[in-house]
């Protein structure tokens, strides 16, 4: 049996219902939820039922708040750097209606990201979009960006992790393309947030984007959208929302004067709901202590990488740990069914085309791994 560090973070197995009753390996589509997350859901539901709107102005645009402060200092940002977002396509296209593309009109992506990065500029006519390819269809080399950004780059924009083979991006080459040419520089990290550690200015990002729904534990219905203090006076969106506005109480509908602060990028009212489910993720991965999820989440993964070598099975995964993450594709005739058929055996992983999708958390154990590798032999 591999040792696997940090044991004592399985003392966490506790807060997680669905692991009492199923072998959970599917985290990069939607954590685990903790009883944590659902003690903050019935304070909520508590609020709701007792106070009525007035829950509104006395707690739940606290908790927001305290959502806000959370995330900022998980990602080593300012407060005023952070704006909730309905979902990662709204604060991109939040982000996509604030830049001129009449001097600049090209948008430089990797053919790899998820399809809502690319859309918010296949959906503008006035923007050229440049995909930057890949050649093992696993990652792309830094020096490769270089090639592709130009004076007519408005922005670069590719993802921290990639969601189709769990490739960790040296973003290097992404950012100092674009900084040499003048454009901004955008990361979707999504799939990064929550298993890898995550600065935007350490990787020198304009704008980071990722959300609770994954890796960070909180459920679907937000994200969490960071903009580089220097830059957000110069993004004037041109999609707006009253919780954008400089003074929003003031219910002033003769002028917009947009936030001064990563606020003017919001989308209305937040769901509640998820601001306390995420609050109880964030607190959960704090106390965890993230490093060590993350130096778990990466043993977990080169074990189960070995597991699935020793079977022979083909995988579509980096052989460099180094850019290596919990996205674990194994080759597989008829993945929807094999994936089906796991979990008629209480084994919950994905398929993505031919591959079934394995995706271990910090929560999950060597011997889950061993569990469906014995189960996909026999399906
Ligand atoms: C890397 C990445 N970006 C964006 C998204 C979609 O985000 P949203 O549904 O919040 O727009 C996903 C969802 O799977 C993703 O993996």
Redesign the pocket.
Known sequence: MSTIPHPELERFRTEFPILQTRTYLNS??LGALSRRSMGYLGEYQALWNTMGASAWYELWMGRIGQLKQSVATMWNAQESEIAL????????SSIASSIDYTKRNKVVVAEL?????VYQWLARPDVEVVRVPSDDGIGIPPERWAQYVDERTALVAT?????STGYIQDLSGAAKAARDNGALFLV?????AGQITVDPRAVDADIY???P??WLLGG?G??FLYVRQERIAELRPTIASWFGARDQFQFRNDELEFRDDAGRFSMGTPAVPTVYTALGGLEIFAEAGQEKAYERIAALTADLVGLVDEQGWEMKISREPAHRSGIILVRHDDAARAVRQLADRNIIVDHRADYVRVSPHFYNTPDESRMFIEALRQV
């Open positions: 990069c589509s977002s309905p979902s990662v396509s709204g604060a991109l990201d998820f399809p809502t990065l993802s921290h992790v990639f969601y979707d990290g999504y799939q990064a984007v990722a959300g729904l994954k679907p937000l994200a």
